[in-house]
């Protein structure tokens, strides 16, 4: 008889599902892997569907491009033409007690020839802006890249403004080919 100081043992410890457990455990750990990849796949194909592809009569396979692409790559297929600002624009901004000068000289970027003839047309209106736009910089903000990328934003955004005030297509690019502050 137990006494009444004396603990009851634990009851021995519950064997796992034996071998047919690990092998039920595995079977659904593969069924829910499977189901995974098929509703992945599925998911993928309804995202990025194949191209449609034709037969060309030199034997050669090529993919049918879509209705709308064929717009969009009628202009990226003409060689960029480029038109220079000249000469080099000059401003002077004041950074604290010192006087900065900035010059800087652009091109504009066109795929055609129209838009390049257009920009030359404008291009006492398009300076005036350009001029007004560069002064009354900060200086630091200027020197960073994002500060130059910004005013190459904005004056790409000025220009294109002057094109179609003008009744003109607008320009698809503007690169700064020299970047001088003294």
């Known amino acids: 008889m137990a006494d009444a100081g004396e603990t009851p ?7 796992s599902g034996g071998f047919m457990g690990k092998l039920v455990n595995g079977l659904g750990i593969f069924v829910l892997s499977l189901a995974a990849v098929i509703a992945g796949g599925y998911v993928n194909a309804s995202l990025h569907p194949l191209p ?11 993919p049918v491009a879509p209705p ?19 000469p080099p624009f000059v401003v002077n901004f004041e950074d604290g007690d010192a ?33 007004l736009l560069m002064s009354n910089r900060d200086y630091k903000v200027l020197m960073t890249r994002e500060g130059k990328e910004a005013l190459r934003k904005e004056a790409l955004a000025a220009i294109n403004a002057v094109q179609k005030k003008e009744g003109d297509q607008p320009v698809d690019d503007l690169l700064f080919t020299s970047f001088v502050v003294q």
Do not use: C, H, W
């Open 52 to 62: 449609d592809y034709k037969l060309g009569a030199d034997g050669k396979i090529t």
């Open 68 to 86: 709308g692409a064929a717009a969009a790559t009628s202009d990226a297929s003409k060689p960029a033409l480029y038109s220079a600002l000249d």
């Open 9 to 15: 043992s634990a009851a021995p410890p519950k064997k």
């Open 99 to 131: 006087v900065r000068f900035l010059q800087v000289s652009m091109q504009v970027m066109a795929r055609e020839q129209k838009v390049i003839d257009s920009v030359q047309k404008n291009m006492p209106l398009i300076r005036n802006n350009m001029l």
